[in-house]
């Protein structure tokens, strides 16, 4: 009897032991939870990101806990990706292709457009184009790292107030930001 009792405790020990790995297994695996947007989701978030980038094409998208956030491959080739909140507002634009891991580190050793010195073509034809737009003297000018624009323009009027001016890839002006001020919710 004795002998029994020991079978039938080993065999519920075992069926507890394996039962209980089954559960930590269960517990332990990754969750295969597949975010990615379709249907009038994706419509709607593709449609809001393409309205704030302007022309490209959506190759990733994806719900978060914070909305959507949706990769945009641009017509120049740059990528972005544009987070919206849970109505599709836009939240905010952050480029993607830079070479950058995490931390902010080059990892790929890419240069990253907005890093690159400007030329003195490219410097002339900025502030050419600044000027026009808001007259006065140029403070500075640098490569803009905001898909929307290629060049940020500070320029300074006689009166001292100052103005950005934001240039496309071939100069024209894409938007003024008044004060210097980078306003994001416009």
Known sequence: MKKKNVIIGSAIAAVLV???????????????????????????ASKAALAEVGSGKVTDSEADDNGYEVEVTLDNGRQVDVDLDDNFAVVRVDKDDDGSDDNGSDSDNVDDADDRPLTDTERASAEKAALAAVPGTVVEIDRSDDADHAYEVEVRREDGTEAEVELDEKFAVVQIDENGSDDDNN
């Open 18 to 44: 394996l039962g209980g790995t089954g559960v930590a297994v269960a517990v332990t695996e990754p969750f295969d939870n597949d975010d990615q947007l379709t249907g009038s989701a994706l419509e709607r």
